[in-house]
């Protein structure tokens, strides 16, 4: 199994960035998936979740209208598009998969599969 994220890379404040994650080894389109990131001297958090379908999305208060999440199971990927991207935003990007297709909590302990990270960085 195996989760590559893509996408990353410098951009200025204000500025936009999509980043994909494409899986291998097994389909995952029964199951959620979300994006985390790490920040420079911070722990990893949640950024976005979608629902199997892509028909629901959940994320967190800090990119709440700025970011989208979205998937696209024919292609076992999911996207996450950021825009009017902050220097806070500065992190390394994981995609994750939950571990049960059930249930609404979306903390690093309910996935079961992590992709390596790529890098944003947000210039001021």
């Known amino acids: 199994v195996q989760l590559q994220a893509s996408g990353g890379g410098l951009v200025q404040a204000g500025g936009s960035l999509r980043l994909s994650c494409a899986t291998s080894?097994?389909?995952?389109?029964?199951?959620?998936m979300a994006w985390f990131r790490r920040g420079p001297g911070k722990g990893r958090e949640f950024v976005a979740g979608v629902s199997w379908s892509g028909g629901n999305q959940y994320y967190a208060d800090s990119v709440k209208g700025r970011f989208t999440i979205s998937r696209d199971n024919s292609k076992n990927a999911i996207y996450l598009q950021m825009n009017s991207l902050s220097p806070e935003d500065t992190a390394n990007y994981y995609c994750?998969?939950?571990?049960?297709?059930?249930?609404?909590?979306?903390?690093?302990?309910?996935?079961?599969?992590w992709g390596e990270g790529t890098l944003v960085t947000v210039s001021s």
């Open positions: 080894g097994r389909t995952f389109a029964s199951y959620p």
């Open positions: 994750a998969v939950k571990r049960t297709p059930y249930g609404s909590r979306w903390t690093s302990d309910d996935m079961e599969y």
